[in-house]
């Protein structure tokens, strides 16, 4: 059964060019993308970069357990060095946020994601694309939720991404 899934992606190191590569590599892997705008907020629990957030839906007839080690095989294949710090400097990071309307424990990871509801830079970009759609929890729409949302919203910021790779020099037009 194909569902639609939400993944967040971030990324503190080189991150327009991780981002990108994130992109890319989901397209190949699972087809056309939904992309949230891009947003940038500062590192939370550790002092560095900021971050560069977004969200991206997709449809996967994959499972739950294969698609999070299809992601993990994503982020290994941009640099991605895990380490048992929870709160650190990465290329890249993508999480399962939703997965269709399932609500599982599955690998000891809930879906949805608590951050949708606990982080601005999960919860604005999933309002932004999927604004009607409801919590499979809570049944609010995610647009509801963003407007309801207490946590800090001072320090996100939306800022303009081009997703292709952008270019050093203007060559005019292509024959």
């Given at each position: 059964m194909t569902e639609q899934v939400w993944v967040s992606i971030g990324s503190n190191i080189q991150p327009?060019?991780?981002?990108?590569?994130?992109?890319?590599d989901l397209?190949?892997?699972?087809g056309?993308?939904?992309l949230s705008p891009v947003y940038q907020t500062p590192a939370t629990g550790f002092q560095g970069e900021d971050f560069y957030n977004l969200v991206a839906g997709f449809d996967t007839d994959c499972p739950l357990t294969d698609l999070r080690q299809c992601l993990r095989a994503i982020e290994a294949q941009n640099g991605r060095v895990r380490t048992a710090e929870k709160f650190c400097a990465r290329t890249l990071d993508i999480d399962v946020?939703?997965?269709?309307s399932l609500i599982s424990e599955a690998d000891g990871k809930p879906v949805?994601?608590?951050e949708i509801l606990t982080y601005a830079f999960v919860l604005q970009p999933l309002a932004d694309v999927i604004p009607d759609q409801l919590h499979p929890v809570l049944g609010v729409s995610y647009q509801r939720l963003w407007a309801d949302f207490t946590g800090d919203?001072?320090?996100i910021r939306q800022i303009p991404f081009n997703f292709e790779r952008p270019t050093t020099k203007n060559r005019g037009p292509m024959a």
């Open positions: 327009a060019a991780m981002i990108r590569a994130a992109a890319r397209r190949q892997q699972f056309p993308l939904i946020m939703l997965y269709g949805p994601s608590p919203q001072s320090q």
